[in-house]
């Protein structure tokens, strides 16, 4: 009976741990759906966008804090809240012209590819299976930002890159903290003078679209907020390797999303360019894995 008991426990564990790395995962695309949802369809601009999202994901998660019975205090930093506020300022802009599973692509394979970068960087060995994964797709990048009939818009493409870079700054800076609940609550506050400073000179262009403003709150109260919420939960019972993998899913993700409710085209130039960089990721974090 305890053995029975204990099996259903682990049984019912490991179910709670899939589904909220599935909601977490959904959550991550759903940010680009949510951001192309409002630049297709609403007058939202990328300011006011950055603006509510980064205010409604701060409310959020503060509530989430207040609402724990241990210490409430809020943390994060400066360094965290720039690094943040740069890569919501970034994306915003980055997605007025680009398709969203090109944006998800672009944004997933800069953060994971900085975050290689920088154990390089930090003395990390690569094995021949990472040093392939890592050329194939920086090729697989390259290959999407070509000039050429089915190439996304050079500046946005960029922008989004240097909003994954930035992103896997703040994932690189999360790692050393205690409280990531309370430490990203702290740095979403904190983003939000740098995020209202940064608008300034796009004040005459600020447009409140009702939907637009919408479509703002809930990319950063529910994709965001609670989105990073469960996956601080379920990512502490993940191996690195796990934690980093199954964000391969997230472009992914968020082209089928483009497609079904956006009716975006999926090009060859981008399937073979989710391939390259997708499985170089995964050969890189294959080869972290047995190295």
Not at 150 to 164: H, I, Q, R, Y
Not at 199 to 208: C, Q, Y
Request: charged share 10%.
């Amino acid at each position: 009976m305890s053995k029975h008991f204990t099996r259903t426990l682990k049984s019912s564990a490991s179910a709670r741990l899939i589904a909220m790395t599935c909601f977490a995962m959904f959550a991550f695309a759903a940010n680009s759906l949510l951001c192309r949802l409002a630049f297709k369809h609403t007058n939202v601009d990328a300011a006011s966008f950055s603006i509510v999202r980064l205010a409604s994901g701060a409310v959020v998660l503060w509530l989430m804090c207040a609402l724990r019975r241990s210490s409430t205090t809020i943390k994060g930093s400066w360094k965290g809240a720039a690094v943040l506020f740069v890569y919501v300022f970034a994306f915003s802009f980055a997605y007025r012209h680009l398709e969203t599973g090109t944006g998800a692509l672009l944004l997933f394979g800069a953060v994971q590819l900085s975050m290689v970068l920088y154990g390089m960087f930090k003395g990390e060995r690569m094995h021949r299976q990472a040093i392939v994964g890592f050329v194939l797709a920086i090729v697989g990048l390259v290959s999407l930002l070509l000039p050429g009939a089915a190439a996304p818009d050079s500046v946005s493409a960029f922008t989004m890159l240097l909003s994954g870079v930035a992103w896997g700054i703040y994932s690189m800076l999360g790692k050393i903290v205690a409280d990531p609940l309370a430490t990203t609550a702290g740095n979403f506050l904190r983003s939000i003078p740098l995020v209202l400073i940064a608008s300034l000179p796009f004040l005459s262009e600020l447009r409140w679209d009702l939907l637009g403003i919408l479509y703002a709150v809930l990319s950063g109260a529910l994709a965001s907020g609670v989105g990073y919420a469960v996956w601080y939960v379920a990512v502490r019972n993940l191996a690195a390797f796990q934690a980093a993998t199954v964000q391969l899913s997230v472009p992914i993700l968020a082209s089928l999303a483009g497609i079904i409710f956006l009716g975006e085209s999926l090009s060859v130039r981008m399937v073979l360019a989710s391939v390259a960089v997708l499985g170089g990721i995964a050969l890189v974090l294959s080869g972290k894995q047995h190295g």
